[in-house]
Antibody
């Protein structure tokens, strides 16, 4: 069964750091580009980062550039998002998603999300 | 760069058809074929419905269809069913630093 499971969310103070993980199962992670997308409470979706299958190419939304780092360990079937200098506006559900083989810009498998709350 | 523009809400009765629009600019929708639609039920992760303007992934109902004219993409849902009640997001490739951009979402209510 193809599945993505995020973990690592929680409550953190402004300026703090957090590392999210996304474990893949049911498919070979190294065959796929991956992405992180977030959704603030009651708000829409926001794309935040993207990484190539090998991990050599990475893109970030301007809202997180310089503060967030995407990475992957294909041997461990895992994707990561290191977040630092967190702000209240980073409060959201964070989803990891697989980029579809049939379309280079679309996500065909999503995790259930992990919640990050930035508050003092 | 601002999000793509979608109506906040639409509604329809079972069996009817509805269309949701998604308006962008020359930096995104107007100039690329990479326009997609996602469906999100409350508390759930989004689901890909339409990609590359009008293609359906395997398993998605033929009741969902997409189109594009200039800088506006559209999602049409025919034969509305109660389970179609959800929020629908359009999504486009974008030039420059934005790279990817979502619409603000449209809440569909099935009356």
């Amino acid at each position: 069964q193809v599945q993505l499971v995020e973990s690592g969310g929680g409550l953190v103070k402004p300026g703090g750091s957090l590392r999210l993980s996304c474990e893949a199962s049911g498919f070979t992670l190294s065959d796929y580009y991956m992405t992180w997308i977030r959704q603030a409470p009651g708000k829409g979706l926001e794309w935040i980062s993207y990484i190539s299958a090998s991990g050599t190419t990475k893109y970030y939304a301007d809202s997180v550039k310089g503060r967030f780092t995407i990475s992957r360990d294909n041997a461990k079937n895992s994707l990561y998002l290191q977040m630092k200098s967190l702000r209240a506006e980073d409060t959201a559900v964070y989803y990891c998603a697989r980029i579809a083989i049939f379309s280079p810009t679309d996500m065909d498998v999503w995790g259930k999300g992990t919640t990050v709350t930035v508050s003092s | 760069q601002s999000a793509l523009t979608q109506p906040a809400s639409v509604s329809g009765s079972p069996g009817q058809s509805i269309t949701i629009s998604c308006t962008g600019t020359s930096s995104d929708v107007d100039n690329y074929k990479f326009v997609s639609w996602y469906q999100q039920h409350p508390g759930k992760a989004p689901k890909l419905l339409i990609y590359e303007i009008n293609k359906r992934p395997s398993g998605v109902s033929i009741r969902f269809s997409g189109s594009k004219s200039g800088n506006t993409a559209s999602l049409t849902i025919s034969g509305l069913q109660a389970e179609d009640e959800a929020v629908y997001y359009c999504w486009s490739y974008a030039s420059g630093n934005t790279f990817r951009i979502f619409g603000g979402g449209t809440k569909l209510t099935v009356l």
